[in-house]
């Protein structure tokens, strides 16, 4: 799988937070402003949208991210979603979420 100019923005966007303290905490308190001095782009996020950053660096917590529920409830699955259902694949994410919290011990073997 290819990786997407967004991820990596993304990972660009972390690594720095880990090197660096002050952007971190710039990233915090004022994302928008932080990530595009950091890449040297404008932002295009949807009208209405904000980006909100939770510094989530403490090694002795486990985060869990909540996302939006959908709008509609009869939400359907695009063709690509339909062909990974069908051919017993797992939505990408959700694998490596769940494996990651079974890292942790949270969830005791039945």
């Not at 090197?19 to 996020?45: C, H, M, Q, R």
């Not at 695009?78 to 797992?90: C, I, R, T």
Request: hydrophobic share 40%; charged share 30%.
């Amino acid at each position: 799988m290819e990786i997407t100019q967004e991820q990596k923005m993304y990972a660009e966007i972390v690594q720095k937070a880990w090197e660096d303290a002050e952007f971190k905490n710039e990233l915090v308190n004022n994302p928008i402003e932080a990530i595009e001095k950091l890449t040297g782009k404008k932002l295009n996020l949807p009208e209405g949208k904000k980006i909100i950053v939770r510094d989530q660096t403490d090694g002795s917590s486990v985060y869990i991210n909540i996302p939006a529920k959908p709008d509609h409830e009869d939400v359907e699955l695009n063709e690509n979603q339909l062909d990974m259902v069908a051919g017993g694949a797992a939505i990408p994410g959700v694998k490596e979420v769940v494996d990651f919290l079974c890292s942790f011990s949270l969830f005791s073997p039945k």
